[in-house]
């Protein structure tokens, strides 16, 4: 039982690390959405994407031809990620085109807002499924108790959930910080891609850069906000 623990709290460490990659896309993408609407994509999304996830499970673990080669040395899990790495890189193209060319959608019938939300839920739902394509291969590589996989990946969804919404307020309301993490998304994308051509970048070479350039980000917040403060301050004074 202590060793299951243990692959329990490994497994769910893993989840939450990929799981930063999904809060950004998740972020992101609902971030398009009207102010009253995105917490409800946000968690239809990821319900929809959590039983698509543990379908995905199923699948790998009865279908061992994902991950042998299919089309040229491509397995449809390699396929996946291509994909997957195709859409995020034009997703993040296109969204960091939008915000410094201050495009919108302007007014909106219920019926597109509508279809809006749906496109939201669909594009959160496939990208889930991207990102979690390496996570459950790994768990499946670790253990082939479903109940120590279903559990890590239901514990990483409620923690998913619990910071989207802060992390995709917080990155909306601040430009500067919506394209850094935009930024992040392209790399992520490139990264995805290239596991597809089975080209592995170890984890640290994205994930450092991406920690410096968010402190160096925060720091530039830190100074705006004490620089406005500050000649309030003086204003008031005068």
Do not use: C
Request: cysteine-free; hydrophobic content about 55%; glycine content about 6%.
């Amino acid at each position: 039982m202590a060793d299951s623990l243990a692959l329990l709290s490994l497994l769910v460490g893993l989840e939450l690390i990929l799981g930063v990659d999904n809060i950004l896309v998740i972020s992101i993408i609902a971030g398009k959405l009207p102010e009253e609407r995105r917490n409800r994509a946000r968690l239809l999304g990821l319900g929809i994407a959590l039983l698509a996830r543990i379908i995905v499970l199923f699948l790998l673990l009865t279908l061992s031809n994902l991950t042998n080669n299919v089309i040229f040395h491509f397995s449809v899990r390699d396929i996946i990620l291509l994909a997957g790495g195709l859409f995020l890189l034009w997703k993040a193209v296109t969204e960091i085109h939008h915000t410094i060319e201050f495009k919108t959608d302007g007014q909106q019938t219920t019926a597109a807002v509508h279809k809006g939300f749906l496109i939201v839920i669909t594009q959160i739902v496939l990208l889930d499924i991207v990102f979690s394509i390496d996570s459950v291969i790994t768990a499946i590589g670790l253990t082939h108790k479903i109940w120590i996989i279903i559990t890590s990946v239901i514990v990483s969804f409620l923690a998913i959930l619990a910071f989207a919404k802060p992390v995709g307020e917080f990155i909306v309301q601040r430009p500067t910080l919506k394209i850094l993490a935009l930024s992040f998304l392209i790399t992520i994308g490139i990264t995805i891609f290239m596991e597809g051509f089975h080209k592995h970048v170890p984890k640290a070479y994205i994930y450092l850069p991406m920690g410096f350039a968010l402190f160096v980000e925060i720091l530039q917040l830190r100074y705006e906000h004490n620089r406005k403060k500050k000649t309030g301050i003086t204003t008031a004074t005068e």
